[in-house]
């Protein structure tokens, strides 16, 4: 794809998750080409350090695991914006845990983060988003590959990707896309690991063939969906309802040499916290 910005410029956008990670990327993608852009989050600097490496756009803090906070989150967002033409929901939270340990606060957290919060932001972007509108939520592809001790992310996906066919039915006026990422280096996505359990799950994610030769870069992926979507809004006649990343080639082999590099990468993450 060109880096023409027409698809963009202007439109207005709404990118959940936007303090790190592929959100942030994408946010970063969006507004370089021209968008308006929120960036939203939790983390009220992290927001502002983005906006201003933006150099435009709006930074609103919002835990969507906060009823309230979500629906302030899109009026605010579609007043600044004058209506939204794109929301991109990147938000998660993913905890390393077995099925006989996971508490009902568990379970509480994963849940209302990964699929409470998608339903009540889209719910509260109805009656805001205009003709065309695009609404973009990230997936797994751990969804019917289940990874031991990710069993209740997993399980949150599934209830996510199901939330996304159920929007398309009530809403045929909107178009709902389904982003399927696979793994990517350069997220927060094991910030919540406890690294004692992950030590003791990774060898089974080996021998069941779950990590991946390759990793995706985090900066790249932002890059693609932005770019994705950006046709996407610019072709209304056409429903993009489904867009899988992954690396190119990566099948899932995995060996001795991953479990340490991650294990590693994991108490290098908790301790810059």
Not at 32 to 41: I, K, T
Not at 186 to 215: C, I, M, N, S, Y
Not at 245 to 254: D, H, I, K, S, Y
Request: glycine share 10%.
């Amino acid at each position: 794809m060109g880096d023409r910005g027409d698809e963009l410029a202007g439109r207005r956008v709404l990118v959940v998750g936007a303090s790190a990670g592929i959100g942030r990327e994408a946010a970063l993608r969006f507004a370089d080409r021209g968008a308006d852009v929120v960036f939203s989050g939790r983390r009220q600097d992290k927001l502002d350090e983005a906006v201003t490496l933006a150099g435009r756009g709006h930074a609103i803090a919002a835990d969507v695991t906060d009823p309230d906070q979500c629906h302030a989150l899109v009026s605010r967002a579609a007043e600044l914006l004058d209506g939204i033409d794109l929301v991109v929901f990147c938000a998660a939270v993913s905890r390393i845990l077995r099925l006989r340990e996971a508490t009902a606060e568990d379970w509480d957290a994963i849940l209302r983060t990964n699929v409470v919060g998608p339903a009540l932001v889209l719910q509260s972007a109805l009656p805001h988003l205009r003709p065309g509108a695009v609404v973009a939520l990230l997936s797994s592809e751990s969804v019917g590959a289940p990874f031991p001790g990710l069993v209740p992310y997993g399980t949150s996906k599934a209830a996510l990707e199901e939330l996304i066919r159920g929007f398309r039915v009530e809403h045929p006026e909107v178009r709902f896309c389904r982003v399927t990422i696979g793994s990517t280096e350069g997220t927060e996505f094991a910030r919540d690991f406890d690294l004692e359990v992950a030590a003791e799950l990774f060898p089974r994610w080996v021998a069941l063939g779950r990590l991946p030769d390759r990793l995706m870069l985090a900066d790249e992926v932002g890059r693609v969906l932005a770019d994705s979507l950006a046709v996407a809004l610019a072709t209304p006649g056409v429903d993009c309802q489904d867009l899988v990343l992954r690396a190119p080639g990566a099948e899932a082999t995995g060996d001795a040499d991953d479990f340490v590099a991650m294990v590693e990468g994991l108490s290098a993450l908790q301790q810059t916290d």
